[in-house]
């Protein structure tokens, strides 16, 4: 018989399970409480009945992330995770310390299908995706750790949250309940490459998240080279989808654009960007490329990062450059796996 992956269960989903074998409600809302706090056993859920837990441990089982390396920066506390799951397989997560409390950047999947052409990422292939309770473990597990509240949450790690995205709701209704960790939706953010269908299908949720699109290019030449995604859907389909999203939830769209020196950093993308968000409720995130093992791509220089900047204000377009932290351990998700797995095959 299979065990039943109880953490991946809602309330009421517990409730209608414990009716069945004759338990009352309270007894699911005890359960509830002890997995949203990141019980690891059975045994630990000490307000049950002995009787009660042996027959849940024999059903259920509980989904744990295992530290399995930790790197902390001594340049501003940030922490990166490589979390091991039950299966054997790695993800990463960072956690981040900022004046408003703590961030924990998590994975969705187990490697990447979207191949993004400047993502460490991408280049170690797709396993699979993951489940509710093993996004919730992470958030948890890098709480633990801490030993303080994780106050907010990136689903931008490891993965494309909407190329999962039945357990990625699933995990935002487990972790946003009052009943469980309790983490306001706006205090929640997700990453897309820009998987167009299942944004109109989140817009519809009507959540009061932020939604970060990964841009990075500003126009479709451009972005179908570094993104294939790109192919799929182009630039305007992606914009109109984002209008689309703000319209129904009113919640304004943050583009992320990773500037690449000679590639999509000049005046005239700059200046083409702006045309294409004009009269939209955003927010550019521009980020300094991630230096990735293989890659050909380089950072833009800082003062050409500032032109870049400059020209988006100009035109009424609000921008930022992104705090790059734990750069002296890879805080980039996607590296750490990678050079592990580097390193196991060559023991």
Same mark, same amino acid.
């Given at each position: 018989?299979s065990?039943?992956?109880i953490?991946?269960?809602?309330l ?26 990141g ?14 837990r042996?027959?849940l ?27 091991? +799951? ?5 993800? &990463?997560?960072?956690? +981040? ?13 187990? =490697?990447?299908r979207m ?12 396993s ?27 689903? +931008? ?14 995990f935002? &209704? ?5 009943? /469980?960790?309790?983490?306001?939706m ?8 820009g998987?167009?269908d ?15 699109? *990964? ?21 305007? &389909?992606?914009?109109q989808?984002?209008?689309?999203y703000l =319209?129904?939830t009113?919640?304004r ?12 950093? *000049?005046?005239e993308?700059? /200046? ?23 890659s ?6 800082? &003062? ?9 204000a100009a035109? =009424?377009i ?9 750069a002296?351990?890879?805080? *980039? ?15």
């Amino acid at each position: 018989m299979s065990l039943t992956d109880i953490k991946s269960m809602t309330l009421e989903e517990l409730k209608n399970s414990f009716a069945a074998i004759g338990q009352p409600a309270f007894r699911a809302l005890q359960v509830y409480h002890w997995l949203g706090r990141g019980v690891r056993g059975f045994d630990e859920m000490s307000d049950l009945p002995k009787p009660f837990r042996e027959t849940l441990a024999a059903e259920n089982y509980i989904a744990c992330a295992e530290i399995e390396r930790k790197y902390c920066s001594r340049l501003d506390d940030t922490v990166k995770y490589l979390f091991r +799951m039950h299966d054997g397989q790695l993800v &990463e997560s960072v956690l +981040m310390h900022y004046e408003h409390g703590r961030t924990v950047c998590i994975s969705s999947q187990v =490697g990447c299908r979207m191949n993004c052409a400047f993502c460490a990422t991408g280049k170690s292939g797709y396993s699979r995706n993951l489940t509710p309770s093993e996004m919730l473990s992470q958030v948890q597990a890098a709480q633990a750790d801490a030993g303080t509240r994780i106050s907010n949450i990136v689903l +931008m790690g490891m993965g494309e949250p909407l190329d999962n995205y039945k357990n990625v709701l699933r995990f935002l &209704e487990l972790v946003s309940s009052g009943e /469980g960790m309790n983490v306001g939706m706006r205090h929640i953010s997700l990453s897309t490459c820009g998987i167009v269908d299942k944004i109109y299908d989140l817009a519809e949720q009507k959540y009061q998240l932020t939604l970060s699109v *990964s841009l990075h290019a500003p126009n479709d030449e451009i972005r179908s080279r570094l993104m294939p995604v790109g192919r799929r859907w182009n630039v305007d &389909e992606l914009l109109q989808a984002c209008r689309y999203y703000l =319209g129904k939830t009113g919640r304004r769209i943050s583009f992320e654009y990773a500037l690449i020196g000679g590639v999509n950093d *000049s005046r005239e993308c700059a /200046g083409e960007l702006a045309h294409r968000l004009k009269g939209m409720l955003c927010h550019v995130n521009l980020i300094p490329v991630n230096s990735v093992k293989g890659s050909p791509f380089r950072k833009s220089t800082p &003062e050409q990062t500032r032109r870049f900047m400059r020209e988006l204000a100009a035109q =009424g377009i609000t921008a930022t450059v992104r705090r790059t932290l734990g750069a002296d351990i890879d805080a *980039s998700c996607g590296q750490l796996r990678r050079r592990y797995e580097e390193e196991a095959a060559n023991v």
